[in-house]
């Protein structure tokens, strides 16, 4: 054994440079191309963004420089409240109606953890509405909410209560939107949750039961402490998918009524690419506020995984 | 277990979960059973008003043969499937690489590298559409399938290698350590050692990332029109107002659309689980 290293220490210097340097090198050469890629298509958009936001741009003529002056028309949008302001209040509205997918998906999560016959078929099924595309989410909904022949008008109206027009309402149109999101996303974390339950210590809830922890006071002090990395998974999916919804509104309501139901995703969309004129700058500069909004829960969600890889080792 | 086994409680109640179920099942459901409900009814039904009873004749062949052979259905399913296939195999097999790479050494940008792949996976798609939309259309592939391809392949690399990389560091290093002190070459190493390893993961990234890709719109809309290249998603709204207000069409042609990812959700439940709830147990 000995014999063995003691030739192979001696036999270094023979090798070629590659051969030594060989644990140094790979790593570089097994990132290069994915790197590469993410880089040329993912990273340096990001800055050319910040930079076509300083412009004035059709997106087919010359770039005219102009500074700050489309976050200044932002601004003054904001402060009239107009479409930016409509958009980041409804962006807001997103982000805290949506983070109800957690205790909703948890709900459905402890209402199937049971061990009965056919409970498999019940939990993919229950699944089932994350799998299909938002799109055809979307298109359902516009159904189920339509005032004339609507499911929703029809079940409301065994009630005696009059047709609501959700989607054609501005009072009602952001919330009807976010309970078709929410739909799909409830069924993500419910499918988190489940997976979670199946880890927690029987140990713990044993003495939980012992201490005469029951109902309530278990499953806060006993379950869901432990349900920790089941809920940061649910919390960071629930929001970055709050603020990048784009589909159910392109296909709900193309922004409407009266541009109600815009988010920051859509706005800067319709501004850039539709009928509205191609405001490439100032539509850079709408994904630049947006974000800097994911920044902030971006820089939290690394943070938590560097402490999680420092504590890892 | 908790909640307490249902088998642990009074009879009375255990019949009343037996029950709540199925109850529970279909108005979860039932935005979905709808359409499927109406995708099988005949046109006659809708001008009638018989929205919500029961099918007067079963229109199901009619109204699904009608999505296949007298639209432009097909072809965008066609789309779909040479955008999603492609992809699934360029971005697994980019990020088996990157994720082998941060896995397994120690250099010192190693952790700053892979929070760049996990910041970049996060940011609004907004950010990207300006400039990705010039560079597909300085490149010519504006409009083009490899164009999307192309994308997708980049920006789902950054999830990849994520699901990747954490894999890989749970694999026991011991086996890379003996293999090194065989002798064996660090790609070797990779090919024979690692990637056996790694075919649950493969197979759970596969089933991910086809459906997330499968159902991407907003690139759709972006880097594509027309339907020589539009994958199903956005081929749908096209659809639609072909066959505008036809709601058992409208229906049948969503259901159509939605197809794919379901039966793959349902042949690879176990992978497609696995690596959406990666992370969601510690230990």
Redesign the interface.
Known sequence: MVDVTLSQVAATDTRSWFRRNQIAITPWLFLAPGLLFFLFYVIFPIFQSFNISLYEWDGLGQPEYIGLRNYEDLYWEFADRDAFFVSLTNNVLWLFLYLLAIPAGLFIALFLNQTVTGIRLYKSLFFFPFVISQVVVGLVFTWFYDPTFGLLNTMIGWVGLGPINVLGDERFVTYGIIAAGLWPQTAYCMILYLTGLNAVDPEQIEAGRLDGARGWRMLWYIIVPQLAPATFIAFVVTIIGALRSFDFIAVMTQGGPFGSSRVLAFYMFEVALSEYGFRMGYGAAIAVVLFLIMLCFIAYFLWSMYRDEKAGR | ???T???QRPRPLQLT??GL?PF??AL?????I??AV?SIKPDSDFTT?N??GWPTTFEGFTNYGRVFFDSDMPRYMLNSVLITVPTVIGAVA??A??G???G??R?RS??W?F??????N??????????????TLDMGLYNTKTGLV??H???Q??FC?LFMRNFIRALPFALIEAARVEGV???RI?WFVVMPLMKPAVAALSVLIF?FI??D??WA??LTQGVESQPV?AG??SF?AQFRAA?HL??AG?IV??LP??V???LM?KHF?AG??L?????
């Not at chain 2, 979860?28 to 979905?32: D, I, R, T």
């Not at chain 2, 929070?115 to 970049?120: L, N, P, R, S």
């Not at chain 2, 996060?122 to 560079?135: A, C, K, N, S, T």
């Open positions: 277990m908790f909640p086994p249902i088998q979960y037996q179920l529970a099942l979860w459901l039932a935005p979905l709808a359409v109406f008003g929205y919500w980019l990020s690489m990157t082998f790479a941060l397994i050494y250099f190693n952790l590298v929070f760049m792949f996990v910041a970049g996060f940011v609004p798609f907004q950010i990207l559409m300006v400039p990705v939309r010039e560079l192309l994308f392949i980049a920006f690399t950054g290698t070459a660090e790609w990779f459906t499968w159902n719109y907003f809309v972006v998603t749908i709204t639609n709601y409208m229906s969503s659309a939605a990812p379901v793959m959700f349902f439940q689980i959406l709830t992370g969601a147990t510690k230990g």
